[in-house]
């Protein structure tokens, strides 16, 4: 049943597509982070439906009457910077003919990122994303936590299988960069029952997040915390949440929990810490050895024998920035930080010249709350082999969208010469500003 729910939903969408272009941007969002067919049980695991999505959108844009040109940003050079690194570091790569089908993956998710920045340029665009980004994770953010008020927290909480998000700690970390983003749409919804559904899912979310039993999670909800406080609007209304259901939900976890945080006091002793850290060094070696890197495929007891200090230890990077240190070398994991932080400052851009006019308070919110969900990935990411985790990548798209509609703002209350114009709903003709 669910296999033919799901198909029937994304060859109907076809249509439309192929007329509004922006929604096979939503849809592929949804089948590349959701992964929904892969909850059903026959056919449809292994059908290609965003490979179907793809081409949809491909030709929509192609026979259309309007221009979808690729964004003018200094941002999206860095993009296209860091991808061009990737494809020529992999040419000299330790194992050559090992690096395709994790190139042409990673490739893959670029590509269609480039796709979605093309397609999204509208308030009512950027803010389906969001919606999207967070119904795709939220599902099962809200299933876990459910389940872990109904086992008491006795087992662990794990992501859609086959997913970049299959394993607990992946999971754990996606959960918590939703998070923000619900708080931002809980404050864009109007009903008061809505705005109770969001703020309880949000609730459920971090209670999933916390029983993945992941101890990188646990730094990154600190640290996400802190700064959802620090930019919330509403400090007193924040503060009086986090003041309240975080002890609630510490009760609810149970003295496994509590044991398996504690280790990272002990990280010493912990033989998971000690892989990382083993990890880390063979990177940081092989980066030193290889100014390109070695590639996509480096874990293995080869490279190991040769650049880690326990040999016989081989462990994935366990960090976005030893992966991309390891598979890059220096100047791949500059690019990457460079990318993140003009992520960053594209948003405090948004932040400084939005916050001037009561029209764009939206966008002020947003752009903040888009930061906190970076932040916590930042942050949770050190931790985790994720670095071409796509949701990252759209909210990079989602932060150049705001910043050219403000600036698209700025220039039309310019040439008004006086009062505050106002950003239409949909404005989809013409091309991106330079950033």
């Given at each position: 049943m669910r296999d033919v729910l799901i198909t029937l939903v994304v060859f109907g969408s076809l249509p439309f597509v192929f007329k509004q272009p922006w929604l096979g941007a939503m849809m592929w969002i949804w089948i590349s982070v959701m992964s929904p067919h892969t909850q059903g049980?026959?056919?449809?695991?292994?059908?290609?439906?965003?490979?179907?999505?793809?081409?949809?959108?491909?030709?929509?844009?192609?026979?259309?009457?309007?221009?979808?040109?690729?964004?003018?940003?200094?941002?999206?050079?860095?993009?296209?910077?860091?991808?061009?690194?990737m494809c020529f570091a992999s040419l000299?790569?330790?194992?050559?003919?090992?690096?395709?089908?994790?190139?042409?993956?990673?490739?893959?998710?670029?590509?269609?990122?480039?796709?979605?920045?093309?397609?999204?340029?509208?308030?009512?665009?950027?803010?389906?994303?969001?919606?999207t980004i967070v119904i795709s994770i939220g599902y099962y953010g809200v299933k876990g936590g459910i389940f872990t008020l109904r086992s008491g927290g006795q087992y662990r909480v794990w992501g859609p299988s086959?997913?970049?998000?299959?394993?607990n700690n992946e999971m754990a970390l996606a959960l918590i960069v939703i998070i923000p983003l619900m708080y931002y749409l809980s404050s864009r919804i109007q009903?008061?029952?809505g705005k109770?559904?969001?703020?309880?899912?949000?609730?459920?979310?971090?209670?999933?997040?916390?029983?993945?039993?992941?101890?990188?999670?646990?730094?990154?909800?600190?640290?996400m915390l802190l700064f959802l406080w620090l930019k919330s609007h509403n400090k007193g209304v924040m503060g009086m949440l986090i003041v309240c259901l975080v002890p609630v939900a510490m009760l609810l976890m149970p003295e496994q929990w509590y044991a398996r945080v504690d280790t990272i006091n002990t990280y010493q002793t912990d033989e998971s810490a000690q892989g990382r850290l083993n990890a880390w060094a063979m990177a940081y070696n092989l980066a030193n050895d290889r100014p390109m890197?070695?590639?996509?495929?480096?874990?293995?007891?080869?490279?190991?024998?040769?650049?880690?200090?326990?040999?016989?230890?081989?462990?994935?990077?366990?960090?976005?920035y030893f992966q991309v240190l390891g598979e890059h070398g220096w100047v791949g994991l500059g690019l990457y930080l460079l990318m993140g932080m003009m992520t960053w400052r594209s948003g405090a851009w948004t932040v400084r010249h939005a916050q001037r006019d009561p029209e764009l308070a939206w966008a002020v919110n947003m752009a903040r709350m888009i930061?906190?969900?970076l932040l916590g990935f930042a942050v949770g990411g050190a931790f985790l082999s994720l670095a071409y985790f796509d949701v990252p990548y759209y909210l990079m798209v989602a932060m150049m969208a705001l910043q050219h509609l403000v600036r698209r703002t700025e220039r039309e209350r310019r040439k008004a010469g006086a009062g505050l114009v106002t950003v239409p709903e949909d404005h989809t003709a013409g091309s991106h500003e330079p950033a």
């Open positions: 049980w026959g056919f449809a695991r292994d059908f290609p439906f965003g490979y179907l999505i793809a081409i949809t959108i491909v030709l929509a844009i192609v026979f259309s009457k309007r221009r979808y040109p690729v964004p003018r940003s200094p941002l999206m050079a860095v993009f296209f910077a860091f991808v061009a690194w000299f790569a330790i194992h050559p003919d090992q690096v395709g089908p994790q190139l042409f993956k990673v490739l893959k998710i670029m590509g269609m990122t480039v796709v979605v920045a093309m397609l999204v340029r509208s308030r009512r665009h950027i803010e389906w994303m969001i919606w086959g997913t970049f998000i299959d394993g009903q008061r029952w109770r559904a969001m703020l309880a899912c949000l609730a459920l979310c971090a209670l999933a997040s916390m029983a993945s039993y992941s101890r990188g999670a646990v730094v990154a909800m600190v640290a890197g070695g590639g996509f495929a480096i874990y293995d007891s080869e490279v190991f024998a040769r650049y880690a200090p326990i040999p016989d230890d081989v462990h994935a990077a366990h960090s976005i930061q906190v969900s």
